[in-house]
């Protein structure tokens, strides 16, 4: 799956944590994200990605990467 989210994340500028992190909080249902930090970096990193917006192309292209990597294991 981080492959294929690779390009969607170079594409959006965001890291892949960021662009994982927007994705959960763009989900029907989810209030809050939980991330976890190694450094105070990524925290910072991880708390930025709360003000990200995705567009409905990042969200679907999101959403096909992980389908397909689903169906790959099926």
């Known amino acids: 799956v ?3 989210l690779r390009p969607i994340a ?3 500028g965001l890291s892949l ?3 994982a992190l927007a994705w959960v909080t763009h989900q029907n249902g989810v209030t809050a994200a939980i991330a ?3 450094s105070a970096a990524h925290a ?3 708390a930025g990605a709360g003000s990200i917006t ?3 192309r990042d969200l ?5 990467a992980c389908a ?3 169906v790959g294991r099926g």
Not at 60 to 64: I, K, L, P, R, S
């Open 36 to 38: 976890g930090a190694r």
């Open 68 to 70: 397909a990597e689903a």
């Open 60 to 64: 679907e292209d999101v959403d096909a």
């Open 10 to 12: 170079q594409r959006t």
């Open 17 to 19: 944590a960021q662009l």
């Open 2 to 4: 981080v492959e294929a």
């Open 44 to 46: 910072t990193e991880a």
């Open 54 to 56: 995705l567009s409905a």
